[in-house]
Every structure is written in C-alpha cells, then in structure tokens.
C-alpha cells in the first residue's frame, strides 16, 4: 500500500466514524422526539428544537469572525430547502405518537427508494431497469410492514411515508445547493428558516413545560446541530456512497432503544418489510455505485 493509499483509507475510516455518530445521534434525537409527542404538541417540539439548534450554531459560527456564511446566491432554493425539511420533520415526529420507534424507522427507510425515483424527473438522471425493480421491491417492503386494510399498522404509517417522500425532495434540493454552496451556508439557512417557521406558529401550540422537559428540548438542539456538523465531516472525509449504507444502522438501533426504552419491539412482519427495504436500498446504493465507476472509467 503506497503513502496515498494509506492516507486515503484513513481519511475514509474517519469518515465512516463520523457517519456512525451521525446514525448514533439521530436515533437518539428519534427516541427523545417519541418520548415527547405523547404528551406536547409537534410544533412546541420543533420550535424548542430550532431555538436551541441556532443557539449552538450561533455559539460555533461566531468563531468565524465573518458574516461570509450569510451569503447565498440561491436564497429562494434554501428557503424552501429548509421548508422541507420542517414539513419532513414535522410529519416523522407528529407520527411518532402513534407508532413502535422500529416500524416508524423502517417506514422512513424507503427515503432512498423516493430519491432514485425521483431523481429521473428532478434531476434528469437516468434509472435502470434494476434499479426501478429495486424501487418496487422496496415500496413492497412497506406495504408488508404497513399491512393496508388488515387493521394492524395504525394510519400514521402514511405519515412516516410522507415524511420519507419530502426528505428525498430536500435531498434533491441540498444536491443542487451543493454546487454553489458552502455546507455552513446551507446549514445557517436550514437552522434560520425552521426557526423562523415555527415562531410563526408557536403561539397556537404553545404549552407550559416542566424544567426537565426544556432541559430534554435543549440537549436535542445541540444534538441536532452535533448531527449536522458530523454528517458534513463525514462526506468530506468519504464519499456518500460508501457512507450511504451506514444509514440502515438506524434500524437497529431504533429496535435496541424501542425495546429499552418504550417496551416495544417490531413483530416478525415488520422485521421482515423493513429487511426487504433494507436489502432494496442497498442494491440501489450498490447500482450506483457501480454506474458511477463505470461513468468514470468512460470519461
């Protein structure tokens, strides 16, 4: 192995690290989320989220000494970046309430599935014939753990699918932000906007709280903005596609924090959906792997 190939795999296996501590932070941002909706509404949840979120993100961004990060050349196309993933948020944790955190984690799973397909109208790539068999396979995957009309999977199912939905969007618009903008600009727009958002809101949902509820809301901020900051270092560190599987982790600890923390773990249909999404979304993460290698080799 030569002096670059080793520095190569070292600057991958820290951005794998990175990723696994993203996965790790989500999950537990999942659980706590969970832990709240079943007793404050969606939005005191999200509106406390972004306070805190921007707090910590003013604290990091002052260091810079510059207000640099502010400018965006694409400001309509980060606003609604950032709406999406409010709307996204809001229907994950708004269903949260209602579902096992293992079958709502495996619902939101099929995001990837969303993204290949509508990467073909938005982004003007082309799909294979492997590629959209695994797309179905994986909407099959969903349909075995939401069950429709057998009166098993409670209706929020569709909320986690809708949530799945608008997350690829916001992916697809953060893939053409990443051309022009920096990950700190986008960063500050997505933590601005969601505030901005539910202040607007707050004051039809707002409800007293408790200190340790508040000091729950605070910690989910900073974790929030820890996440952030981890997931830009990792796909500086590694490219996407070798961290994109590190993604499914999500699903196992879901089920480790489900049954420890809420006593409640996936039955064997949902074990069975979610290994079908899984097993689909891999494959297409491999497909386009594999086309990218091959577009390379052809330039």
Not at 246 to 252: A, E, K
Request: one cysteine or more; aromatic letters at 12%.
């Amino acid at each position: 192995m030569t002096a670059q190939d080793h520095a190569d795999a070292k600057r991958t296996l820290r951005g794998i690290t990175f990723m696994a501590t993203t996965v790790l932070i989500f999950s537990l941002m999942d659980a706590m989320a969970k832990y709240l909706s079943a007793d404050y509404p969606t939005i005191f949840i999200l509106w406390v989220r972004y306070v805190f979120q921007f707090l910590f993100m003013a604290a990091l961004l002052i260091h810079a000494r510059s207000l640099g990060f502010m400018r965006t050349k694409r400001l309509p196309l980060q606003v609604g970046r950032a709406m999406l993933n409010v709307a996204s948020t809001f229907a994950f944790i708004f269903g949260l309430a209602f579902l096992p955190l293992a079958d709502a984690v495996a619902l939101n799973m099929v995001g990837p599935l969303f993204l290949t397909a509508l990467s073909v109208p938005l982004l003007g790539e082309k799909v294979g014939v492997r590629r959209w068999t695994a797309v179905g396979v994986g909407f099959v995957g969903a349909l075995i753990v939401i069950r429709p009309g057998m009166g098993v999977t409670h209706w929020a199912g569709s909320l986690m699918l809708l949530s799945a939905l608008i997350y690829a969007l916001y992916q697809i618009a953060t893939r053409k932000l990443s051309t022009t903008e920096p990950p700190l600009t986008t960063l500050f727009y997505t933590t601005i906007t969601g505030l901005v958002v539910t202040s607007v809101l707050i004051p039809f949902f707002w409800i007293d709280a408790p200190v340790d509820v508040w000091a729950l809301l605070a910690i989910q901020g900073g974790l929030g903005t820890a996440a952030h900051l981890c997931l830009i270092t990792a796909l500086g560190h590694a490219p996407a596609s070798t961290l994109a599987p590190f993604n499914y982790g999500t699903i196992v600890i879901a089920t480790i924090l489900g049954y420890f923390v809420f006593h409640q773990f996936p039955d064997q249909w949902t074990i069975v959906g979610a290994t079908v999404i899984i097993a689909s979304g891999l494959y297409v993460i491999h497909r386009e792997t594999v086309r990218h290698r091959e577009r390379q080799q052809g330039a």
